[in-house]
C-alpha cells in the first residue's frame, strides 16, 4: 500500500502516464471527470493533455485502455484542440485497439474515429483506415472496413470521399479471410445506396459470384435517397433541421427534395480509376497499322480497342495514335478496319472525355466524308465515333468543319451530317446554341429540306424542328421566314416529336430567355436611324435614365447648383454656335430704325404703314414681303424692319388680312435674316397676343416656330410662356401651350429649362378655363416623352383628379418614342451631330432628377425621434416608424443629410417583428425615391443590410428587401453595390434563401453591365459553395448566374479560382465552368446601343461620347465665336470632359476622399456575427504557435468589411514601416472613434498579436504604446473584454512579456494591469498561469510575479480553477534551473502567505525538503518587516477566507468571485478620468506599505497633504486653479482635480491616524458644499475601499496597540462614519457604490457593530449608535439592486462560514427586512433579474432542506418574505425577470414562485389585510378624495390660536392611523416657524403619550419582532416628516429631519444608557435613541476641530486645511432644547475663529 499512497497524491497528468497500471487507471477515471465537467472548450486545462491521449489509447492494460479509451472519446467531444491529435490517435486506434478481444473496446475505438470525423477532421481518419485495410491482422481489417461503413452510413457521401474506397473494394472481395470479404460486401451495400449505379463500373472485374450477391443485395437497397443522420460541428444548423424534421414524424421528404437530388448525382465516370494505355501499346503497333495486310492492320486495332475499353483513361499525348486511327478511317479500303478504328475513336473519346476535345476538329471532318459508306455496320460505328466525339467538344467548336461538309454532293453524307446536327442539337441549351450558330445551321439545313434525296430532305426536317424544339420559335422563326407553309408544319411536326437530353424543360426555357436578345434586333438596323429608335426606346424607362445621369451629371453640379438650371440654357446655344452665331445686338432707336428701314423698303411702303384705309395697308404689307424676301441675309437690318411693323397700329392692327400678312413677314425675317433675341423681344408680346386669334393664330405660330430657330427653343420658349400667363387671356394661354407641345416635338427637348416651365405649367393646371388646363396636360405628356416618369415627381401634391388626367396622359404616351428633331438642327450639320444631339438631348431628361427643390430633413430626425426608432417596445418603434414615413412623404425630394437615420433604420432591418422590418423596407425604398441618386453614399451601410434581409424565411418580407435593392439600385447604379467585400459576405452566409435571391438579383442585373469592380471576384468562392449548396434552388441560381459572373471575370480568372476547392467539387465545378463558358452572353453593346438594355451600368458607357463630343463642339466653338460664347461652350465642354474623366479617376479621388471618413466602420453585430462564426468553426479559431497565410488572410477578410480600405492596405503591408503609420493613424482615431474601435476590438487586438510575431521592436513598441491608450479608452468606457477577444489576444501578450528588452517587459506589465480593469482579474490567471509553463525562463519569472501582485491586489479569489491548484503550480517552480524564476516563484507564494497566512502550506501539498527549506526562509525573511504582517493579513479579509471553503468557493465560482473583486469596484466607477483607472491598484499597494511600514509613512504623508490644500476650496468655482495647491511636486502628477481626489483618497487609507483624519474632513468638506460634491462622483468606490481598509486596519491593528491612546481611535471611527453619513445623504453620490464594495462595507460596519472591544471604549456605544444610523442611510440611499444584491451575497456568506457568529448573520437578515420594507416604494428602480439571479444563486447553496437545518429559522424566513413582497408587488410578471438564470430548471426559485403567485392568485379576492399598510393603502384607495379636506381642515385648527392644541392632537393621531400620510404639501406653503412649531408640537404629543413604551423597545427586540421576519411597524424612517411615500427625497428634508432630532435630543437624553440592537433602530428608526447617536457624533467632530486646529497653528503657521470636519451643517453640541438660529450663529462662530 506504500506505493499507493505514493501515486495518489500525483495530480491527473502525472498519473495517466505512471508506471503503475492502477495509477493509470485512476488518471484516466479522473481525467475522464475532469474532461466532463471542463465548460470551456478552450480552456487550457485541455493543452496539458495534448500528448497524452496516443497513450490513453495505446494503454498495454486492456482494463486501464478500456478506460482510457472513454476518457480520449470525452477529450475529442469536448476539446478543441483535439484536432491536432488525430492523426496519432486514429494510427494508435486502428493498431492497438481493433486487434482487443474485447468487443467494448473495438466499440469506443470506432466512436473515438466517429467523433473525429465530426470534429471534421474525416480525412485525416479516412486516411488512416484505409491504412489499416493494408495491414496483416485481419480483425484489424474488418473493423477498419466496419467503421468506414459506419461513417458512410452517418455522414453520408459528401463528408466521407467515396473515391480511395471503392478504389480498394476490388482488392478486399478477394481476401482470404471471409469476415472481409463478408464486411466488404456490407460496405458495398452501403456505398451503393450513395451513389446507385455508379458503383457498378468499378466493380464489375470482380469475382462473379460475388456480383450475383451483391446484385441480390443492391436489388434489396430501399430506393429513397439516403439522408445523412450525423452532423459535422459546422453543420449544426443542418442538425437542428434534420432533428426537427425527425420531431415531426421523421419522414422529411416534403421539405428536403433538394437533398434527394444532391446525393445520387454522382458520375461513375469520377469514381473511376484512369487507366495509362499508351505504354501498353504493342512495341510494333505504328508500324503494323502501316502494314500491307489487312489482317496485321487488324491485329494491331484489335491491341487498341481491347485497351480503350477501359471506361477512364489516363490524359497524355494521344495525337498519334489518334492520327493513325485517323488515317484508317479515312483511307482504308477495308470496311471491317474503317469501322474497327471508328469504334477505337469513339473509346478514346469515352474515355478521355472532354481530353480528348483537342484532337476532335481534326477527325471530325474524316469521319463525316467517311459517311459515304452505305454498310450499315460502318455507318454504326461512325455514328457512335462521332456522337462520342461531339460531346468531348461543343458545337461550336466543330461547327465550321460540319458547315464545310453540308454542300457535298453526296447525299448519303449530306443525310448523315444532318442526322448528325439533330443529334448535336439535343444535347443543347437555348444558350450553348446562340443564333451566331442558328443562322449558318438554319441556313445550310434549309438548302436541305429543299433537297432532291428524300433521306435528305427527312434528315434537315429533323434538324430544323430539332433547333426549333431547343431555341425556340422566337430564335429560330427569323430564319424560317421564307420557308413555305407545309414545311413548316412539317418543321412544327418534327419538334413535336424531338426527345431533348436536358428534359421538355428546355423549351420552354427557351422561350421565356428569348425575350432578351429580341431586343437586340433593333439594335442591328443601319445608320442613325436605328440608333435614334434604341436611344428613344432608352428614354423610357425613367430608372435608366436617372441613372446615367445621375453618374454623368451629379459630381459638377454638387459644386454649383445654379448650372442646373442654366445649362439647358447655355448648352445647345453653343451647340448651334458654329452656325447660328447668335446676335447680341443694341436696342436701337426709332429714328435709326426708320433710317435702317427706309435703305432696303420702298418709300411708299414706309408712308403706308400707319395708313387709315386697310386696302393701303394691305398693300403695303405686300410691298414689304416682296422686299423681305429679295434681301440678302446680310443686308437685312432685322431690328429696324420689325420695329417697323411694331409701328403704330402695331399688333393692334384691327384688320385680319394685314394681320396675317404682319406676322407672315415676322416669320420671314426671322428665317432670313440674322435675326437677333433684341429684335425677338420687339415681336413676341404681339405674337403672344395674336395666337389665340383664330384667324390669325396659326401665322402667329408659325412666327413664334422661326423665331425659336434663330433664337434657339429654350429662350423663346421661357419668353413666350411667360408673357402668356402674365395676361388674362385663357384661349392665348392654351394656344402658347400647344404651341409649345408641337415646338419641342420639332426641335427636341435639349436645353429646355424645365424648372421655369413646370411652374408656368402648375399654374395652367390650377387655371379655371378647361381648355388651359387640357392644353397643360398634353404639354405634360410631350415631355413625358423625353423626362420620363421622374416628371410625375412634380404633381405629386395636384388634386387626385387632375392627377388621373396627368397619369392617363402618361399612359397614353408610355408605348412612344419621342420623335426625332427636325427644326434646329438643320443649320448644324457638323459631323456625328446626329449622335450628339442625340446624348444631349438624353442627358436633359436625366437632369430633371437634379432640378427637383430638394429639402433638408436633417432637423427633423431628432435624438428623440432615434430613440423612439430604438425602443424596447415595438408599438413604440412603429410610431418612430411612421413619423419617418410622414416626414419624408411631407418633404417628397431630400437632401442626403439625413442625420442618424442610417443607423437607426438599420438596426430596425433585424427588429424581431416582421412587420416592422417591411416598414422599415418600404421607407427605405421611399428614401431611395426621395433622395435621388445621392442616396449612394448610402450603399454601405443602409444598402447591404436590405440584401442579408433577403434571407429572411418570410417570403413576403424577402419580395420587400428585393423590391427596395431594385429601388436603391435604380438611383446607385450598380458599381457602389459591387465595391467592397460586403457582397460577397453575404454570399458567404450559408442562408439559402439570402443566396437563392441574391444570385437571382446578380443574374438579372450583371448581363447589363458594361464593367464591373474587381471585387467581383471576391464573391467567386462563394458562388462556387452555391453551386454545391444543399438546396435544389440556391444551386440552379448560382447556375444561372455563373455565365454573367464569366462574361465580366473571363474564364481564366474563374478557373484560377476552383483551386482551392476539394478535388471533386473542383471538377464540377469547372464542367459547370467550361458549359458556361459555351453560354457566355456577349457584353452589352458600346455606348451608343448600351442605353436601350442597360440599367445599373450605362453610365460608363455614356462618358465616352459625351466627352468626344465635347471637344469636337468645343474646338467649333472657339474658333468662331466672340469671347462670350467662348466662355460658355467652355463651360459644357468643360463639363461633359469633367465627367468623362471622372470614372477613369475615381479610385484616385476615392481614396483621397476616404482619408478623411472614419477609419472604423461600425457593422451592427458585425462582432457577435464573427464570435458565431468562429464558435462554429466555420473560420479558423485564433490560436496558433506562428500565425500561418491563412489566418493573416481570414483577418483581412473580416476587416474589409469595418476597417476603411486605405488603412487596411497599411496594416497589411509587407514593409513594417507602413505598420508603424497604421498604429499612428489608430492612435489619433482612438478617442474620436470610440464605438468604432470598440464595434472592431476584437479584430484590432488579433491584428495586434500579429504584430507582436514581427521582430521589429520600432512596431513592437507602438503597439505597446497604442495598447496603453487603447485598454485606458476601454476602462473609461466601462468596456469588459468578451471571452473570444481576451482569448485570442492575452496569450500573445504574455508572450512578450519574456522579451530580453526591459522596456518592452515594463510596458506589457503595464498592460497586463490595465487589462485587470476591463476583464476578471481571477479570468486573467489561468492566461498568466499558462504562461509560467514557457521555456523562456524570463517570462516564466514574469508571469509568476504577475500572479503574485493578482493576489496581492485581488486576494486569493482570483486563483483559478482553485487556490489550491493554482499554488501547487506556483510551488512547481521554486525548483526551477533559472535562479530569477525560484525567486519570483518565492516572492509570489511569500505573498499568498501574507494574505493568507499559515493555510497556505495546507494548499500548496507536497514539497521537497529543498525547496520547502527555502520557502520557509524566504517566509521568515518577509516577517522581519514590521509586526505580525502575515497573521494580520490573514484576519484583515474575513470574508475572504470564509470565500474560500471548499464549498463556497466552487458554488460561487461563477458569479460571487466577480462580485468580490476589485474588478466590479473599478467598473462601476461611473464618470472617470483617465488616472482613476490606475489609483485602486496604486492604493492597495500603499495599504501594504502603510500597514507593514508604518514609520516610514508617518513622516511622509502629512507632509505631502498639507500644502496649502485648503486652496482647494477658497474660491467657489471648479478647483482648476486650485490644483497647483497640492504640493510643489505634486503639480505635474495632479493636473486635474480626480488625481487631487485619488491622492486625499489614498491617505484615507494612511497607517498614520492624524494623516487618515485629515483626508477625511478634506472629503467630507467636499461633500458638504452641494457645487463641489460633484467632484467625488467617480471615486465613491474608491473611497469607500479606502475607508474600508482604514476599518480593517484599526479593527486589526489599532485595536491592539497598546500604546494608542483609544480616544485616537474614537476620534477616527467618528471621521469615517461621519463623513460617510454625509456621503450616503447624496443620494446621486450613494448610488455609484458598486455591488461589491457595498458588501465589503456592510461586512466591515456589521463586524464593527458586534466588536465587543468597541462597546468598551469609554465613547463605544455612541459609535456603535452612529453605525447604526450609517447603515440606515447605506440602506436607503445606496442603488437599491446593488444593495439588495451586496446583502444575499454577504448573508450567503455568513451562513457558509462557520467563523461568523450567528449574531452577524442575524442582523444582515434584519438589514434585509429593512429593504423589504422599502421594496413598496423602490420596486421600479431595482432591476428584479440580478435580485432573482442573486436569490437563485442562494437557493442552490441552500436548497429549502439546508435552510430547514440552521439553527434559526430567520434565513428561510427572510427569503420567503422577500419573495412573497415581490410577488406581490410585481404580480405575475414576476415570472418574466428568471431571464439571467442559465439554467432554470436546477433553480427551485421559479418553482416557488409559481407557487406563491398561485397563492396570491387565490388570496386576491380577499383584503390584504397582513399589514397595517396594507390595510392603510387600502383605505387610502377609498377615501383618497377625503384626504386632503381632512388634513385642510386640521391644519386650519392649528393655525387659529385657539384650537391649536386640538389640532395638533388630531394631527399627531391622524398621522398614527395613516402612517402613509403625506403632510409636506401643507406645510411647504407655511413658514419656516409654523413648520418647526407644528414638528414640536407632535414631538411634545408623542413623548407625553408614548414615554414608556419606548424605553421598553430600545432595550431589545419587541416580542413581536422575534415572531416576525417583517415587523407590521407603523413608523417607517421618515416617519417623522411622514413622507413614506418612496419619492425622491432631496437633501434640504434631511436637514430638517436633523434639526428635528436634534431638538429631540433635549428631550431624550436620560435614556442614552442602553445600547439599542440594530432591530429597533431598524423597526422604529425615528426613536431618540439613534438621534442622540448623532448629536453624539457632532460633539466628537466639533472637539476634533478644535484639537486639529491647535495642531495645525503650530504645524503650519496657520496655513491650514479649510476643513470644518464633517459637521458643517450636524454639529451641535447636546445641549437642551437648541434652537436652528442657535446653530446658524455658532456655525459663524467656528467659521470666524478659523479665519
Not at 265 to 293: M, T
Not at 834 to 841: A, L, R
Not at 952 to 978: F, I, P, Y
Request: hydrophobic letters at 40%; one cysteine or more.
Amino acid at each position: 500500500m506504500g506505493d499507493d499512497s505514493e501515486w495518489m497524491k500525483l495530480p491527473i497528468d502525472q498519473k495517466c502516464e505512471h508506471k503503475l497500471w492502477k495509477a493509470r487507471l485512476n488518471g484516466y477515471e479522473e481525467a475522464l471527470k475532469l474532461f466532463q465537467k471542463i465548460d470551456d472548450e478552450k480552456s487550457p486545462e485541455w493543452s496539458k493533455y495534448l500528448g497524452l491521449i496516443k497513450k490513453f489509447v495505446t494503454d498495454s492494460n486492456a482494463v486501464a485502455q478500456l478506460k482510457g479509451l472513454e476518457a480520449a472519446l470525452a477529450y475529442v467531444e469536448n476539446a478543441h484542440v483535439a484536432g491536432k491529435t488525430t492523426g496519432e490517435v486514429a494510427s494508435g486506434v486502428v493498431n492497438k485497439v481493433f486487434n482487443q478481444p474485447k468487443a467494448r473496446a473495438k466499440e469506443l475505438g470506432e466512436d473515438i474515429c466517429l467523433m473525429y470525423i465530426e470534429i471534421e477532421k474525416g480525412e485525416a481518419i479516412q486516411e488512416e483506415l484505409l491504412k489499416g485495410l493494408d495491414n496483416k491482422n485481419p480483425k484489424i481489417i474488418v473493423a477498419c472496413i466496419e467503421t468506414l461503413r459506419k461513417a458512410l452510413s452517418e455522414f453520408g457521401s459528401k463528408i466521407i470521399s467515396l473515391k480511395p474506397i471503392i478504389k480498394v473494394l476490388p482488392k478486399l472481395f478477394e481476401s482470404r479471410e471471409k469476415a472481409v470479404r463478408d464486411e466488404a460486401k456490407l460496405l458495398a451495400v452501403e456505398i451503393y445506396r450513395w451513389i446507385r449505379d455508379a458503383l457498378r463500373p468499378p466493380l464489375q472485374n470482380i469475382n462473379s459470384v460475388q456480383l450475383k450477391e451483391l446484385e441480390e443485395e443492391w436489388i434489396k437497397v430501399s430506393s429513397a435517397a439516403p439522408k445523412q443522420t450525423r452532423f459535422l460541428r459546422s453543420q449544426q444548423e443542418l442538425k437542428a433541421k434534420f432533428e426537427q424534421q425527425q420531431g415531426l414524424g421523421g419522414d422529411a421528404d416534403g421539405g428536403d427534395d433538394d437533398e434527394e437530388e444532391a446525393v445520387p448525382q454522382v458520375d461513375a465516370y469520377e469514381l473511376l480509376e484512369a487507366v495509362e494505355i499508351l505504354s501498353k501499346l504493342p512495341k510494333d503497333f505504328y508500324e503494323k497499322i502501316e502494314a500491307k495486310k489487312w489482317q496485321e492492320r487488324k491485329e494491331a486495332l484489335e491491341a487498341v480497342e481491347l485497351l480503350v475499353k477501359n471506361p477512364k483513361l489516363e490524359s497524355g499525348d494521344y495525337a498519334d495514335l489518334v492520327k493513325a486511327l485517323k488515317k484508317v478511317v479515312g483511307k482504308d479500303t477495308n470496311v471491317m478496319l474503317v469501322a474497327l478504328a471508328a469504334k477505337c475513336l469513339a473509346g478514346l473519346a469515352t474515355g478521355l472525355r472532354k481530353k480528348f476535345g483537342q484532337y476532335a476538329g481534326h477527325v471530325v471532318p474524316t469521319i463525316l466524308e467517311k459517311f459515304k459508306e452505305k454498310k450499315p455496320q460502318v455507318v454504326q460505328a461512325l455514328q457512335e465515333a462521332i456522337d462520342a466525339i461531339f460531346l468531348t467538344t461543343t458545337l461550336q467548336n466543330i461547327s465550321e468543319d460540319i458547315l464545310a461538309v453540308m454542300d457535298n454532293k453526296n447525299p448519303t453524307i449530306k443525310q448523315q451530317t444532318s442526322l448528325f446536327i439533330a443529334r448535336s442539337f439535343r444535347h443543347c441549351t437555348p444558350s450553348t446554341l446562340p443564333k451566331s450558330l442558328l443562322k449558318p445551321f438554319c441556313a445550310a439545313l434549309l438548302k436541305h429540306i429543299n433537297d432532291s434525296a428524300p433521306e435528305v430532305r427527312d434528315a434537315g426536317f429533323e434538324a430544323l424542328g430539332t433547333a426549333l424544339k431547343v431555341a425556340g420559335e422566337k430564335a429560330v422563326n427569323p430564319f424560317l421566314a421564307d420557308v413555305d407553309k407545309l414545311k413548316l408544319d412539317r418543321i412544327k411536326e418534327c419538334a413535336e416529336k424531338v426527345e431533348l437530353v436536358y428534359g421538355k424543360k428546355a423549351g420552354g426555357a427557351a422561350e421565356k430567355k428569348e425575350g432578351k436578345p429580341i431586343t437586340g434586333k433593333t439594335t442591328a438596323l443601319p445608320g442613325p436611324a436605328g440608333d435614334k429608335e434604341t436611344k428613344d426606346a432608352a428614354t423610357k424607362p425613367g430608372p435608366l435614365k436617372k441613372t446615367s445621369a445621375v453618374k454623368a451629371g451629379v459630381p459638377p453640379k454638387k459644386g454649383k447648383p445654379a448650372t442646373a438650371a442654366g445649362t439647358g440654357g447655355a448648352g445647345p446655344k453653343s451647340k448651334k454656335g458654329p452656325e447660328t452665331k447668335e446676335i447680341f445686338e443694341s436696342e436701337l432707336s426709332i429714328e435709326v430704325c426708320e433710317e435702317k428701314a427706309a435703305a432696303v423698303l420702298p418709300a411708299s411702303c414706309i408712308q403706308q404703314l400707319d395708313s387709315g384705309n386697310w386696302k393701303e395697308r394691305l398693300a403695303c404689307m405686300e410691298e414689304f414681303q416682296k422686299a423681305v424676301e429679295l434681301m440678302e441675309r446680310s443686308e437685312m437690318p432685322c431690328q429696324a424692319l420689325v420695329r417697323m411693323l411694331a409701328k403704330k397700329p402695331g399688333w393692334k392692327e384691327t384688320n385680319f388680312q394685314v394681320m396675317q400678312m404682319k406676322l407672315h413677314i415676322v416669320a420671314l425675317i426671322a428665317q432670313k435674316g440674322n435675326f437677333s433675341k433684341t429684335s425677338a423681344q420687339v415681336v413676341l408680346d404681339g405674337l403672344v397676343d395674336k395666337v389665340g386669334d383664330v384667324k390669325c393664330g396659326t401665322n402667329a405660330k408659325e412666327a413664334m416656330t422661326a423665331i425659336a430657330e434663330a433664337c434657339q427653343l429654350p429662350w423663346t420658349a421661357e419668353q413666350v410662356v411667360a408673357m402668356a400667363f402674365s395676361q388674362k387671356n385663357p384661349k392665348n394661354q392654351s394656344e402658347t401651350l400647344n404651341w409649345l407641345s408641337n415646338a419641342i416635338k420639332e426641335f427636341g427637348f435639349s436645353g429646355l429649362n424645365v424648372k421655369a416651365f413646370i411652374s408656368n405649367v402648375k399654374t395652367a393646371l390650377a387655371a379655371t378655363n378647361p381648355a388651359v388646363r387640357t392644353s397643360a396636360i398634353t404639354l405634360l405628356g410631350v415631355m413625358y416623352l423625353y423626362v420620363g416618369p421622374s416628371l410625375r415627381m412634380f404633381f405629386e401634391d395636384e388634386k387626385p383628379a387632375l392627377l388621373s388626367q396627368i397619369d392617363a396622359e402618361f399612359e397614353k404616351m408610355q408605348g412612344q418614342t419621342a420623335p426625332a428633331p427636325t427644326r434646329g438642327i438643320s443649320r448644324h450639320s457638323v459631323g456625328g451631330g446626329d449622335d450628339g444631339e442625340e446624348e444631349e438631348q438624353e442627358e436633359v431628361g436625366n437632369d430633371v432628377v437634379d432640378l427637383l427643390p430638394r429639402t433638408d430633413i436633417g432637423d427633423k430626425i431628432t435624438a428623440e425621434l432615434v430613440s423612439k426608432i430604438g425602443d424596447k417596445n415595438w408599438k413604440i418603434r412603429k410610431e418612430g416608424l411612421d413619423e419617418v414615413t410622414s416626414i419624408i412623404n411631407e418633404a417628397k425630394f431630400i437632401q442626403p443629410n439625413i442625420g442618424e437615420l442610417p443607423a437607426a433604420l438599420k438596426g430596425r432591418l433585424n427588429d424581431s417583428n416582421k412587420i416592422l422590418v417591411q416598414q422599415t423596407l418600404s421607407i427605405l425604398q421611399q428614401l431611395a425615391t426621395a433622395m435621388g441618386p445621392n442616396i449612394k453614399q448610402y450603399v454601405k451601410n443602409l444598402g447591404i443590410p436590405v440584401i442579408t434581409v433577403l434571407g429572411d424565411s418570410k417570403n413576403n418580407v424577402r419580395a420587400a428587401a428585393l423590391a427596395t435593392v431594385n429601388a436603391w439600385a435604380e438611383q446607385t447604379g450598380m458599381k457602389e453595390w459591387l465595391e467592397g467585400e460586403d457582397l460577397s459576405e453575404e454570399l458567404k452566409k450559408e442562408n439559402p434563401f439570402l443566396r437563392q435571391e441574391l444570385l437571382g438579383w446578380l443574374a438579372e442585373k450583371l448581363p447589363a453591365l458594361r464593367s464591373v469592380p474587381s471585387d467581383l471576384l471576391l464573391c467567386v468562392p462563394h458562388l462556387y459553395s452555391c453551386l454545391e449548396d444543399r438546396n435544389g434552388d440556391v444551386r440552379k441560381k448560382a447556375q444561372d448566374a455563373l455565365p454573367f459572373f464569366m462574361m465580366h471575370l473571363g474564364f481564366e480568372k474563374m478557373a484560377k479560382a476552383t483551386g482551392k476547392l476539394k478535388p471533386t467539387s473542383k471538377d464540377q465545378v469547372l464542367a459547370m465552368l467550361e458549359k458556361a463558358k459555351a453560354n457566355m452572353p456577349a457584353k452589352p453593346a458600346p455606348p451608343a446601343k448600351a442605353c436601350s438594355r442597360v440599367v445599373g451600368g450605362a453610365a460608363p458607357a455614356k462618358f465616352q461620347p459625351a466627352s468626344a463630343f465635347a471637344d469636337d463642339l468645343g474646338s467649333n466653338t472657339m474658333e468662331s465665336k466672340p469671347d462670350l460664347k467662348k466662355a460658355k461652350a467652355g463651360g459644357l465642354s468643360s463639363k461633359t470632359k469633367v465627367q468623362g474623366k471622372k470614372v477613369v479617376s475615381k479610385p484616385n479621388l476615392k481614396e483621397d476622399d476616404d482619408k478623411s471618413g472614419p477609419v472604423f466602420i461600425i457593422v451592427p453585430n458585425g462582432k457577435e456575427q464573427r464570435m458565431r462564426e468562429e464558435k462554429a468553426l466555420k473560420v479558423l479559431k485564433w490560436n496558433f504557435t506562428t500565425p500561418r497565410d491563412e489566418y493573416i488572410e481570414q483577418l483581412k477578410t473580416q476587416m474589409s468589411t469595418c476597417v476603411a480600405k486605405w488603412l487596411q492596405d497599411e496594416m497589411f503591408h509587407a514593409d513594417f514601416q507602413h505598420h508603424n503609420k497604421a498604429l499612428t493613424v489608430m492612435i489619433e482615431h482612438l478617442e474620436s472613434e470610440k464605438d468604432g474601435v470598440i464595434s472592431c476590438l476584437d479584430l484590432i487586438l488579433k491584428w495586434l498579436t500579429l504584430r507582436f510575431f514581427d521582430t521589429n521592436t520600432s512596431v513592437l513598441m507602438k503597439a505597446l504604446e497604442y495598447l496603453k491608450l487603447l485598454f485606458n479608452l476601454l476602462s473609461q468606457e466601462e468596456y469588459h473584454l468578451t471571452e473570444n477577444e481576451a482569448s485570442s489576444f492575452i496569450p500573445y501578450l504574455i508572450l512578450k512579456v519574456g522579451e530580453p528588452k526591459d522596456v518592452i517587459r515594463k510596458d506589457v506589465r503595464a498592460i497586463l494591469n490595465r487589462m485587470c480593469l476591463i476583464y476578471p482579474a481571477s479570468k486573467m490567471f489561468p492566461f498568466i498561469m499558462e504562461g509560467t509553463k514557457s521555456k523562456n525562463s524570463k517570462q516564466r519569472a514574469e508571469c509568476l510575479e504577475e500572479l503574485g501582485c493578482l493576489v496581492e491586489s485581488y486576494g486569493m479569489n482570483v486563483c483559478q480553477p482553485t487556490p489550491g491548484k493554482a499554488l501547487k503550480e506556483m510551488a512547481t517552480h521554486i525548483g526551477d534551473r533559472d535562479n530569477t524564476v525560484r525567486n519570483a516563484a518565492l516572492n509570489t507564494i511569500v505573498t499568498v502567505y501574507n494574505v493568507h497566512g499559515d493555510q497556505v502550506f495546507k494548499l500548496i501539498g507536497n514539497l521537497s525538503e529543498k525547496d520547502m527549506s527555502m520557502l520557509e526562509e524566504r517566509i521568515k525573511r518577509s516577517a522581519k518587516r514590521p509586526s505580525s504582517a502575515p497573521v494580520r493579513q490573514a484576519e484583515e479579509k474575513p470574508q475572504r477566507t470564509q470565500n474560500i471553503s471548499a464549498n463556497a468557493s466552487m458554488i460561487r465560482k461563477g458569479q460571487a468571485e466577480d462580485m468580490s473583486s476589485k474588478l466590479n469596484q473599478n467598473r462601476n466607477m461611473g464618470s472617470h478620468s483617465e488616472t482613476t483607472h490606475t489609483v485602486p491598484r496604486e492604493f492597495q499597494l500603499d495599504l501594504d506599505e502603510i500597514e507593514n511600514d508604518n514609520g516610514t509613512v508617518r513622516c511622509e504623508m502629512p507632509a505631502l497633504v498639507q500644502h496649502k490644500l485648503d486652496d482647494i476650496f477658497e474660491p467657489v468655482l471648479i478647483p482648476e486653479p486650485k490644483i497647483r495647491a497640492v504640493s510643489p511636486h505634486f503639480d505635474d502628477m495632479h493636473s486635474n482635480t480626480a488625481s487631487t481626489i485619488n491622492f486625499v483618497i489614498s491617505q484615507v487609507a494612511s497607517g498614520d491616524i492624524n494623516t487618515s483624519i485629515q483626508a477625511l474632513t478634506q472629503i467630507d468638506e467636499v461633500l458638504k458644499q452641494e457645487d463641489k460634491a460633484e467632484a467625488m462622483s467617480g471615486h465613491i468606490d474608491q473611497f469607500l475601499i479606502a475607508t474600508l481598509m482604514q476599518l480593517r486596519l484599526i479593527y486589526n491593528t489599532h485595536m491592539a496597540d497598546e500604546k494608542l491612546d483609544k480616544d485616537e481611535i474614537v476620534r477616527l471611527y467618528s471621521c469615517i462614519i461621519g463623513s460617510m453619513i454625509t456621503l450616503f445623504q447624496i443620494e446621486s453620490l450613494a448610488r455609484e457604490a458598486s455591488t461589491g464594495v457595498l458588501k465589503d462595507l456592510m461586512h466591515g460596519l456589521i463586524t464593527l457593530m458586534l466588536d465587543s472591544r468597541v462597546e468598551d471604549l469609554e465613547e463605544g456605544e455612541q459609535v456603535i449608535r452612529s453605525v447604526n444610523l450609517l447603515v440606515v442611510k447605506v440602506l436607503e440611499k445606496s442603488d437599491q439592486t446593488n444593495i439588495l444584491s451586496a446583502l444575499l451575497v454577504l448573508l450567503q456568506d455568513s451562513l457558509l462560514a462557520t467563523a461568523n457568529s450567528p449574531k452577524f448573520s442575524e442582523l444582515v437578515m434584519k438589514c434585509l427586512w429593512r429593504m423589504v420594507r422599502l421594496l413598496p416604494e423602490t420596486i421600479n428602480s431595482i432591476n428584479l433579474d440580478r435580485i432573482l439571479l442573486d436569490i437563485h444563486i442562494f437557493m442552490k447553496v441552500f436548497p429549502k432542506e439546508k435552510l430547514k437545518q440552521c439553527k434559526s429559522e430567520f434565513p428561510i424566513r427572510t427569503l420567503k418574505t422577500l419573495l412573497h413582497t415581490l410577488c406581490k408587488l410585481k404580480g405575475p410578471k414576476i415570472l418574466d425577470h428568471l431571464t439571467m438564470i442559465d439554467n432554470k430548471n436546477e433553480s427551485e426559485l421559479e418553482a416557488h414562485l409559481c407557487r406563491l403567485m398561485k397563492h396570491t392568485m387565490d388570496q386576491s379576492g380577499k383584503a390584504d389585510k397582513d399589514t397595517e399598510k396594507g390595510a392603510s393603502r387600502i383605505e387610502e384607495k377609498a377615501s383618497k378624495a377625503k384626504v386632503n379636506d381632512i388634513l385642510a381642515e386640521i391644519f386650519k385648527k392649528i393655525g387659529s390660536k385657539e384650537n391649536t392644541k386640538e389640532g395638533l392632537a388630531e394631527l399627531y393621531e391622524y398621522k398614527k392611523k395613516y402612517s402613509d400620510a403625506d403632510i409636506e404639501p401643507f406645510l411647504k406653503n407655511s413658514s419656516q416657524f409654523f413648520q418647526s412649531y407644528v414638528e414640536r408640537g407632535l414631538r411634545l404629543i408623542e413623548t407625553e403619550r408614548e414615554g414608556k413604551g419606548r424605553i421598553a423597545t430600545s432595550t431589545g427586540i419587541s416580542p413581536q419582532m422575534e415572531g416576525t421576519c417583517v415587523p407590521a411597524s407603523t413608523h417607517t424612517v421618515s416617519s417623522s416628516i411622514g413622507n413614506t411615500n418612496g419619492e425622491e427625497v432631496g437633501p434640504s428634508v434631511y436637514l430638517e429631519r436633523l434639526k428635528i432630532l436634534r431638538q429631540r435630543c433635549g428631550l431624550d437624553n436620560a435614556k442614552q444608557e442602553d445600547r439599542p440592537p440594530l432591530t429597533s433602530l431598524l423597526s422604529k428608526p425615528a426613536l431618540p435613541t439613534v438621534a442622540s447617536s448623532t448629536d453624539m457624533l457632532h460633539s466628537k467632530l466639533s472637539q476634533l476641530r478644535e484639537s486639529r486646529e491647535q495642531y495645525q497653528h503650530l504645524d503650519l503657521d496657520s496655513n491650514q486645511t479649510h476643513s470644518s470636519g464633517i459637521g458643517t451643517t450636524l454639529a451641535s453640541p447636546s445641549s437642551a432644547a437648541a434652537n436652528i438660529d442657535d446653530l446658524k450663529k455658532r456655525l459663524e462662530r467656528i467659521k470666524s475663529s478659523r479665519k
